[in-house]
């Protein structure tokens, strides 16, 4: 037989199959069976049990509900959904079994504690459903009231997940096949969610219209499955991480910047409007200092108005939110001072008038509130006559209670009589056994104590019901009159949204601006065509972390006409990396609206940056190095077109030699050469044969890191100039051992098949001897000393 808290429990947790069910329970948060041993593995707290009923026990693990958020930190960032269920009846006042309900279902994309989050960083909950060679997505971040959705092919789904990194995708079922990063959250969920009849009417529904037309996506079946409003792939083009070009002062800032560089843009006027408001905030040093002193006021206005309106906020989070409208119109009367405030008239339309809000709130919250509403100190006097008069009465309720010892130690002559309180007996009198005889009529005996006895008067029990009743009321007007604020301040959304976004904009602007002023950035000329012009480009990391003037910079020329494929050779650390990276670098600031790191630049745009670098493996999908090498390269490949800017790092080094040449080879002969591609593209590769393509393709060109070579000495000038290297510094190395070695070696693979090369020779006297060592028997000395023996042995060799 269970108890009615075990029945209540079970039904709840049925209802919360698959998620871990944290069930209130006074100061604690219970979990109980196997949620109970995934939390007591997971968190690393105690497992014990609980007995509901005669004779049953069940498994039993808890969390102090005053420390719920790293405990629930720790079990999203572990992949768990949880279910939190909270008391939702007074305890104090329940006869019986006290009311429980589920209150919310955390996930890792419908976080938002903000200590959970990353305050310049989306934290998006995705959609996507695959219907044959298309697909829709849609995309929301909650805390922020950001919402959209497309339609795009099958191939595409993957690159804008990239582009999106969703803490949480939602799809149909297990079966459905769709590429992620290694911190987003798959989440299959059934097919109800996705019927595009339930989708419409939801999205009609929560619009508030009859048609979708004016949102784009009515003639969008797949974006209506995934909900939400429109955007378009061809608007955006991949981007990638370029911290260093601003640093912004809000959250908000950082959040539209991170959007920026996610989805530069296509549409050249609004570069160009982009451009001129960076251009604005970079002419004047002081402008730039009084907007960023007022931006240091502001809090992220986007995530306390959605706490607000979903009534999750703080006292604390209004009076912030006052603090940072506040700051609007000062911005505005920035803005607007200038003579050329047409520039940023865009930004200033968007900071709307919220004074009322402020006002609002500046009247109603205190100053220094506390964490929540309920003892009184929240609302300020003279908002609420109703509080005004409980909270005098809680006052003098409280003051009768705090000067009645003294005044019955006067009364009486008792002068070790004390007056008290708890929770059994509420306040009492409490008089030692030698002074029992002082005691007044009026005194109502209520306990025995060893020492003494505790009394209670009528009148003294008349004041404690007032003081409880009062506090009841106080907390009960408290909290009722901070929601009825909140919803006052929720109903103004539209236009503190609007302030927000002018805010994070100015945000941006300014802090381009401000990187661009200390490191000597330009603005970029932008076109339709297809060249690239950069004069002494520089790499916007690089240099900073070089000392001043130490940092060399280069020129880069590239169209699809003329000079497309630019082979860049030379040796290992020479520069060959940080030049490819810095070029695709300063196009993708170029196309945000950034000034580049240059002395001038002039760019075509370009719809997609695509990049392979870098050295990384999946193992755990059993994809070696080379494997992901190649799969990336082929996604490259099918994917870009002949507006794209592709940069390649060494295609063909997780092979053989002779192998990883053709493939390099291969690969660059089809990105100059196929239709569809033809798109500019640098390739820095160690292969100094692949500069022969130069004098077979008729676009293709070569560069070289320049090299001087002293005394033996190889010194790195990192300066990239016309022509191919003279020679590869592996290859030529390799390609001198004994001829013999590689003769046997090619007829070891099978007739005239190019071999692998061998790296060392197969035999030599400081091999012959190492392999002579018995390494089981010898000591750390005696292993240093034949090791340094060996040493000059080899070298003696050497100079033979």
Avoid at 37 to 60: D, H, K, M, Q, Y
Avoid at 295 to 316: E, K, Y
Avoid at 713 to 738: K, M, N
Wanted: glycine share 8%; with cysteine; aromatic share 6%.
């Amino acid at each position: 037989m269970t108890t009615p808290a075990r029945r209540q429990y079970l039904r709840i947790k049925k209802e919360h199959q698959d998620a871990i069910l944290l069930f209130r329970m006074g100061d604690f948060y219970e979990t109980f069976d196997d949620d109970a041993r995934v939390i007591s593995r997971e968190l690393e707290i105690a497992l014990t049990s609980r007995e509901f009923g005669a004779g049953s026990r069940v498994p039993l693990a808890g969390i102090p509900y005053h420390a719920l958020e790293p405990y629930l930190a720790r079990l999203i960032r572990q992949g768990y959904k949880v279910a939190i269920c909270e008391q939702t009846s007074d305890p104090a006042k329940s006869r019986g079994l006290v009311d429980r309900e589920v209150v919310r279902v955390v996930t890792p994309g419908t976080i938002v504690e903000e200590t959970l989050l990353d305050g310049k960083s989306n934290n998006y909950l995705t959609a996507a459903v695959l219907d044959g060679d298309l697909a829709g997505i849609a995309y929301a971040d909650i805390t922020t009231g950001e919402f959209a959705t497309t339609q795009t092919s099958a191939a595409e789904l993957a690159v804008e997940l990239v582009r999106l990194e969703p803490a949480e995708l939602l799809v149909i079922d297990e079966s459905t096949s769709v590429d992620v990063g290694r911190d987003t959250t798959v989440a299959p969920i059934g097919p109800e969610p996705f019927d595009l009849d339930w989708a419409t009417e939801s999205l009609q529904r929560h619009f508030k219209v009859t048609s979708l037309e004016a949102f784009g996506c009515d003639r969008l079946p797949l974006a209506r499955k995934g909900c939400g409003r429109d955007y378009r792939l061809s608007d955006y083009h991949s981007g990638a991480d370029i911290g260093a070009a601003s640093h912004s002062a809000t959250s908000m800032g950082g959040r539209t910047l991170r959007s920026w560089v996610g989805h530069p843009l296509l549409d050249l006027e609004e570069l160009q409007k982009r451009q001129g408001a960076v251009t604005w905030f970079h002419r004047s040093g002081l402008r730039r200092e009084r907007v960023i002193a007022l931006l240091d006021t502001v809090s992220d206005i986007q995530r306390l108005l959605n706490r607000v309106r979903a009534f999750g906020a703080t006292p604390r989070d209004l009076v912030s939110l006052a603090e940072s409208l506040e700051a609007g119109p000062h911005m505005k009367g920035i803005l607007d001072a200038d003579d050329d405030a047409q520039a940023v008239e865009f930004i200033s339309n968007g900071i709307r008038d919220t004074s009322e809000v402020v006002a609002l709130i500046r009247s109603a919250i205190a100053d220094d509130p506390p964490v929540s509403p309920g003892d009184g100190r929240v609302i300020r006097p003279g908002f609420s006559s109703d509080m005004d008069t409980t909270r005098e009465t809680t006052l003098n309720a409280q003051q009768y209670i705090a000067n009645l010892e003294s005044r019955e130690r006067e009364r009486t002559g008792i002068k070790s009589l004390k007056v008290g309180y708890n929770k059994v007996f509420g306040y009492y009198i409490e008089v030692t056994n030698s002074n029992l005889g002082a005691v007044p009529d009026d005194y109502v005996r209520r306990q025995t104590l060893v020492g003494g006895e505790r009394y209670i008067t009528p009148e003294m029990k008349e004041y404690e019901s007032r003081v409880l009743n009062a506090q009841d009321r106080m907390a009960t007007l408290e909290t009722e009159l901070f929601r009825s604020v909140c919803a006052q301040v929720a109903e103004h959304t539209g236009a503190i949204s609007e302030t927000a976004e002018a805010i994070a904009l100015i945000d941006v602007f300014c802090s381009l601006a401000d990187v661009a002023s200390m490191h000597d950035y330009v603005k970029p000329e932008l076109s339709e065509s297809d060249a690239i012009v950069i004069r002494q480009g520089r790499h916007p990391v690089v240099e900073r972390v070089l000392d001043a003037g130490d940092f060399v910079p280069n020129d880069t020329e590239l169209d699809c006409s003329e000079s497309q494929l630019a082979i860049v050779t030379g040796p290992n650390m020479a520069g060959k990396s940080t030049f490819i990276r810095q070029v695709a670098i300063l196009v993708l600031m170029a196309q945000i609206g950034s000034f580049v790191p240059a002395e001038s630049a002039s760019m075509g745009l370009v719809d997609r940056i695509f990049s392979r670098v870098g050295l990384q493996d999946d193992l755990a999908l059993g994809q070696s190095t080379f494997m992901v090498e190649m799969v990336e390269t082929a996604s490259i490949l099918n994917h870009a077109t002949n507006r794209s800017l592709i940069i390649l790092d060494e295609i063909g080094r997780g092979t053989s030699t002779y192998d990883g040449l053709a493939i390099a080879r291969a690969v660059a002969e089809y990105i100059h050469s196929h239709p569809r591609l033809g798109c500019k593209t640098l390739f820095a590769t160690h292969y100094h044969e692949l500069t022969q393509l130069a004098d077979s393709l008729p676009r293709a060109r070569n560069f070289n890191v320049a090299v001087s070579e002293e005394q033996g000495r190889i010194v790195f000038l990192r300066r990239i100039v016309p022509g191919g290297a003279d020679r590869s510094y592996v290859l030529s190395d390799l390609e001198s051992l004994d001829t013999n070695v590689a003769r046997a070696a090619r007829r070891n693979a099978g007739g005239n098949h190019p071999a692998q090369l061998a790296l060392i020779p197969m035999s030599s006297p400081a091999l012959d001897a190492l392999r002579e060592i018995d390494v089981s028997s010898i000591t750390p000395i005696e292993a240093i000393n034949k090791l340094y023996e060996l040493q000059e042995r080899d070298r003696g060799a050497g100079q033979d």
